[in-house]
Structures are given as C-alpha cells and as structure tokens.
C-alpha cells in the first residue's frame, strides 16, 4: 500500500494505492491520525487506486470522520471501486460519507 497526500486549498487529498488490509490497516490508520493530530479537518480520500479494504481500513475512515467532524470538518470519497464500494454499503459508511465519482467534485464539496 502506498498513500500520498498533497494539500489543495484547505482539502487534504489522500490518495492510496494497494490494498488496506490486515497488513496494511495500521499504517493507514495511523496516516490518517496523524493528520488530524496536526490539526487538518477537511479530507477527500482518494480510493481510485484501492483494490480492497478490510474491516481494519474501515475503522480508519470511520475514525478520522469522528475526528474530523467534532472539529468542524468533513471526509468526501471519490473514484471508489465497485469492491470497496460493496465493503462501504455493508458496513453502512457509504450512507454516512459522501462519495463522488472523482476527486475534483469530492473538493469542490467541501470548499462550498
């Protein structure tokens, strides 16, 4: 797994590549943590490049939506899978994150 981030406008986007599982979970989640920590609040996850996610990389974004909505902000998905996507939809994250079909429409919510 490999994830990236770069910063446009007051949007964090990370973008991940690989799978989030097992494995790799624990450094996805504390990517994410750390991001918070460092006091950013407005997310779009990039998972056009994700090829499966556990429940272990749910938890991830389930935490950093916790956190970042107590601190006024939010986290957009875009370009998810149809694997990950069924993931989301049985966990029910999929009702609770808004998700777009790319990244500029996940940021351009979030700067509205």
Known sequence: ??????????????????????????????????????????????????????????RGILHLLRGSRRRGGDVCLAAVQPGVRKTLEIAGLWRIVAHYPGVDEAVASLEA
Do not use: K, P, Y
């Open 1 to 58: 797994m490999e994830i990236v981030a770069r910063q446009v406008g007051q949007v964090l986007v990370i973008s991940v590549e690989g799978s989030i599982d097992a494995l790799t979970a624990v450094d996805f989640s504390d990517f994410l943590a750390a991001q918070l920590d460092q006091g950013q609040t407005q997310f779009v996850l990039d998972l056009d490049n994700v090829d499966f996610m556990s429940s272990a990389g749910l």
